[in-house]
Nanobody, 121 residues
């Protein structure tokens, strides 16, 4: 079982920055890949940034050059980060941390509870 707890959301003005964190605990190993998703009101959940099994990183086109994902893999505990710069009102959404088996990235069984990001113009 994997537990994911996000933090770091909040309200900022356009152009501001936030850093999201996701503390992962439980049975998580190098076979698990982690990433960030977001869902704005009335819209479908979308992938923001994530790690592939080979360590490569994928970003949504809308956040490339502004957001940076990183991971701290301490023994028996992992923390995932999302540094968000040059925020725009369209980045307003609930942000979720997620984890999956790297061999089955489309099947995501573990989700955090979400942290709200609100960007005002």
């Amino acid at each position: 079982q994997v537990q994911l707890v996000e933090s770091g959301g909040g309200s900022v003005q356009s152009g501001g920055s936030l850093r999201l964190s996701c503390a992962a605990s439980g049975y998580i190993t190098g076979r698990h890949c982690m990433g960030w998703f977001r869902q704005a009101p009335g819209k479908e959940r979308e992938g923001v940034a994530g790690f592939d099994g080979d360590g490569s990183i994928n970003y949504a086109d809308s956040v490339k050059g502004r957001f940076t994902i990183s991971q701290d893999n301490a023994k028996n505990r992992n923390t995932l980060y999302l540094q968000m710069n040059s925020l725009k009102p369209e980045d307003t959404a609930m942000y979720y941390c997620a984890a999956a088996e790297c061999d089955s990235p489309a099947l995501i069984p573990w989700w955090g509870q979400g942290t709200q990001v609100t960007v005002s113009s």
